[in-house]
């Protein structure tokens, strides 16, 4: 379903259909060109690719685009207030509103964390919200918090330029806002927690899915791309070797890897892309590392579940934005609930990420829905059951032609001092019709996200 | 404060920079061994591999330009693009833009030709080389030049002393040659000491040079 046009829209399809089509081959070229890469694993094998854009944009009128900058900003404050909380004090838990046995139960739970607070006690640096709109209600609904290591904001900033150059039409007769602050955004928010030393982005390196992504923002933000072995910890102290063999201390690290394989010392001894003793520099507040290790309990998708009593508990306020209607099979009536109704649901694992570990209940044989039904009944912590949210289609440009794709928004916000949220984002849109699984890692694409003042 | 670079970027740099030059290198003299074989010296392309440790076999002119370029051996175009992109890839960041894509083209260019049932001609080789030189043109035109430049210049310079000792050319243009990579190492590294170069003998020249960076990058 494609949501009704607006007086707004209309102007942009005025301006498109007065646009030289044949130009929409240069975007392909220039991603081609420059490697703007999203790289797969299939079968083992390494798929160097660009990542697929969709011309047309996803319009965001900026009155709309207010309440979900209150939402998401109100949902930042919350969620860092919950990690500060949950790693120190841990009212949230004495006071019942999340059952103790529920985040012990969490695989992203770093109970070694407890009773550290990293620097201005800022967890949640860089964060990725996926919302969608729904068609029913007409509102902006929150489907899942990435506050890990969350990608995809170097895409629609890399293709924008582009987009002016080819079409600038559309930015000369559209108030549509800006979105190159990105990077400084992400510059203060390092700044704000660096512990005296440069600024480096950390890299598993080249064959990353979202290596192309890493060098981007590092260049855009003045920081220096390395990988671990290009660091070394001496006295609890990060330190950046030079070329020369001059080392030069590092304030504050964007790493762009899981907690398992940040410090070999710390997780995951096997791991050979991270930097040994770096857990212990940032324990002895030496340097800051944006997000913060033990975010992943926020990632949760059961945890998910509580974030509107955060914000009650933490902000003393109602909820600005929702989130899908969802069901915790590890208490006995969700439970229930779900059994009944499990055939129309979507089930997840909370510990997946990516499109991975989503079954669609209407698409499942009754012999899956037992099977699914009994892993549930045994692991009721491991699966969270959401109501099918339908949500609009946007309009894509493929092979000549405008047709309906189901398409998501990863809506970043940036928190140094106060949650910015950023005036763009990632629309990421399925290659099939009718497909509801939009990750790039899925074979999505992505769009660029205009915000647009209603008068120019 | 100069430019940071790591060690392994460093190397990546200076190995862009040596691919590029071995590309260039060659394919200039494509140009003058296709006429020989075709006028003079049926074996002139045979003779000019062996000397960089490469049996190549031909029929004629037109099939050595394509054994040049897509040939089972370590000198063929695609190994040394591919070489070439896999540094730029990872060290982009410090190489200017206009040159970062024009690699990645280059070296699509070169894929997309070895995949043609056709043979490719000399207007093939043309088109790589307009390209090569498009690509040291967007990385020279900064005034003001940053250490990764450097290190993109030596890989170009050590490979051009590498390239001319292999073709037995005289060591006075190589003595040139080292004097520049001097000069710069002493830009890249405090209290760099120039070693003179004692080796007539081509091997020993070549670990001087080896020796020299080693001195610049710091394992």
Redesign the interface.
């Known amino acids: 379903m494609l949501e009704p046009t607006t007086a707004l829209t209309q102007r942009f399809w005025d301006i498109f259909s007065k646009q030289n089509r044949s130009k929409i081959d240069r975007f392909e070229s220039y991603m ?4 703007v890469n999203f790289n797969l694993y299939k079968d083992g094998a390494f798929i160097e690719r660009s990542l697929p854009f969709d011309v047309i944009p996803r319009i965001i009128e900026a009155r709309e685009f207010a309440k979900i900058e209150r939402g998401l900003s109100q949902r930042i404050w919350a969620l860092n207030a919950f990690l500060e909380d949950l790693y120190t004090d841990q009212k949230i838990i004495k006071e019942g509103i999340i059952p103790e046995a529920f985040i012990h139960q969490a695989k992203g739970f770093l109970r070694d964390f407890v009773g550290f607070s990293p620097a201005k006690k800022i967890r949640t640096h860089i964060n990725g919200i996926d919302l969608v709109k729904d068609t029913v209600s007409g509102e902006w609904k929150i489907l899942e918090d990435n506050l890990r290591v969350p990608s995809g904001a170097s895409y629609p900033l890399s293709i924008r330029d582009t987009y002016r150059k080819i079409y600038p039409d559309f930015f000369e007769q559209l108030s549509i806002r800006p979105i190159s602050n990105y990077p400084s955004y992400l510059r203060g928010a390092m700044e704000y927690v660096n512990t005296g030393g ?1 600024n480096v982005v950390l890299t598993p ?2 064959f990353n899915s979202a ?1 192309y992504e890493h ?1 981007y923002l ?2 855009e933000l003045g920081a ?4 671990g ?2 660091l070394i910890v001496e006295n609890k102290v990060l330190y ?6 001059a080392k ?1 201390r590092v304030g504050a690290v964007y790493r762009r890897l899981d907690d398992e394989f940040i410090d070999p010392l710390h997780f995951n001894a096997e791991s050979l892309i991270g930097v040994p003793g770096i857990i212990e520099a940032y324990l002895a507040g030496n340097v800051a590392l944006l997000n913060a290790v033990g975010n992943g309990v926020a990632d949760d998708k059961g945890i998910y579940y509580f974030v509107p009593q955060m914000i009650q508990y933490y902000l003393g306020e109602e909820p600005i934005l929702s989130n899908a209607p969802t069901y915790l099979p590890y208490f006995e009536t969700d439970k229930k609930y779900i059994f009944d109704n499990i055939h129309k649901l979507v089930i997840k694992d909370v510990a997946e990420a990516g499109g991975y570990g989503v079954l669609f209940g209407h698409t499942m044989t009754k012999l899956q829905l037992e099977d699914i039904k009994s892993l549930i009944a045994a692991q009721p912590r491991r699966f969270i059951a959401q109501e099918l949210i339908e949500f609009y289609d946007e309009r894509c440009y493929i092979n000549g032609e405008i047709s309906p794709r189901k398409a998501d928004f990863r809506a970043y916000v940036v928190m140094g001092e106060s949650p910015k949220v950023w005036n763009c984002g990632l629309t990421r849109y399925a290659m099939e019709e009718g497909n509801y699984l939009v990750n790039s890692s899925q074979g999505g694409g992505f769009k660029d996200t205009w915000v647009i003042e209603e008068t120019k | 404060m100069n430019q940071l670079l790591t060690a392994t970027t460093a190397s990546n740099l200076y190995w862009f920079g040596r691919y590029i030059e071995r590309m260039e290198a060659i394919l200039i003299e494509l140009s003058d061994l296709f006429d020989r074989i075709v006028d003079v010296d049926a074996n002139a392309g045979s003779l000019f591999y062996a000397r960089l440790g490469v049996t190549l076999e031909y029929k004629d002119a037109r099939d050595f330009i394509n054994v040049a370029l897509f040939g089972d051996h370590h000198a063929n175009m695609m190994r040394l693009a591919y070489n070439a992109r896999e540094n730029a890839i990872i060290s982009r960041n410090y190489i200017d833009a206009e040159a970062f894509g024009t690699i990645i083209e280059l070296y699509r260019l070169l894929e997309h030709e070895s995949k043609n049932m056709y043979t490719v001609d000399f207007d093939f080789v043309d088109a790589i080389m307009t390209r090569i030189s498009a690509l040291w043109g967007s990385l020279n035109h900064r005034l003001k030049r940053r250490n990764s430049d450097y290190f993109i210049r030596i890989g170009k310079l050590v490979e051009k002393v590498d390239f001319n000792l292999r073709q037995g050319c005289d060591n006075e243009f190589v003595g040139v040659i080292l004097e520049e990579i001097d000069t710069m190492a002493a830009l890249l590294v405090e209290d760099y000491v120039r070693a003179k170069t004692s080796g007539v003998e081509r091997d020993t020249l070549i670990a001087e040079v080896n020796a020299k960076i080693d001195r610049i990058i710091a394992p």
Do not use: M, P, T, W
Not at chain 1, 32 to 35: G, N, Q, S, Y
Not at chain 1, 224 to 227: K, P, S
Not at chain 1, 240 to 245: E, L, M, Q, S, V
């Open positions: 081609d060109k420059f490697a440069i390196g080249r290596y060098s590092a260049q220096e791309l390395v990988r072995h290009e950046y070797k030079n070329y020369n063999g030069i």
